[in-house]
């Protein structure tokens, strides 16, 4: 038996076999969007947003993390993970799925698994656009556009949608009630675009039965922001 699983294994083998062609085809990258300091009316906050991915062009793994942290508390206001796979459905769009992980001090956890698109839309607007699956959904819905200004300064208007689908009582969520983050950054590619520094505002808002919550526990139904921060890319 062994002459024959032999010549197997060795078949096995060399199929894994790393070659140049295939190192070529493998990529990785780390992203950060949003690495930033933010100025509130009540406690400053820092705040990330940022992707590190590998695979190839046919399918990657992404590793998804944001979160915020009270300056004074150290306390993780939001916290959030995903393990994400990304195959490619279009010449500008990837289909997306994944598993997401809500961790924050003082909140609920939460898990669920995700489904959605990534990518390019006319007029080159980066949209993602997400399902979070479980026995609290929502729908998410992000998209950015980078308008260049100069060969080196740029300006990044965003916008973000969270739309809970079902009420989430110990999260402040109301089914149906959205809560929408506008921001506007200006950057400066201080080394190409690996690392570019840059300032901004940022509001958010909430509205329907999520504002009803909000009161309810006696917080705000929005928030206005200075932010200071970098971008980072390789």
Request: hydrophobic content about 40%.
């Amino acid at each position: 038996m062994k002459t024959l699983y032999l010549p197997a294994l060795g078949a096995v083998l060399a199929s894994m076999t790393w070659t140049p062609a295939a190192a070529e085809k493998a990529i990785w990258g780390f992203q950060t969007e949003q690495l930033e300091y933010r100025f509130n009316e009540g406690e400053d906050t820092i705040v990330w947003d940022f992707d590190a991915l590998a695979g190839t062009d046919e399918l990657r793994i992404v590793w998804r993390s944001e979160g915020e942290v009270g300056e004074s508390s150290g306390d993780f206001e939001g916290l959030e993970n995903q393990l994400r796979l990304q195959m490619p459905i279009s010449t500008f769009f990837d289909s997306v799925v994944g598993i997401q992980a809500s961790t924050p001090d003082g909140g609920p956890d939460r898990y669920n698994a995700v489904f959605g698109v990534k990518g390019l839309a006319p007029q080159w607007f980066e949209i993602d656009a997400d399902l979070y699956v479980s026995d609290h959904p929502f729908f998410r819905f992000e998209a950015e556009y980078e308008a260049l200004l100069t060969n080196t300064l740029i300006l990044t208007p965003n916008v973000e949608m969270n739309l809970p689908l079902a009420d989430d009582v110990a999260a402040d969520q109301g089914a149906w009630g959205p809560t929408f983050e506008i921001g506007a950054r200006v950057s400066y590619d201080l080394i190409d675009r690996a690392v570019s520094p840059y300032v901004g505002i940022n509001y958010e808002r909430s509205f329907g039965g999520t504002t009803d919550m909000l009161r309810a526990a006696g917080e705000d139904k929005d928030a206005f922001s200075i932010v200071v921060g970098t971008r980072i890319m390789f």
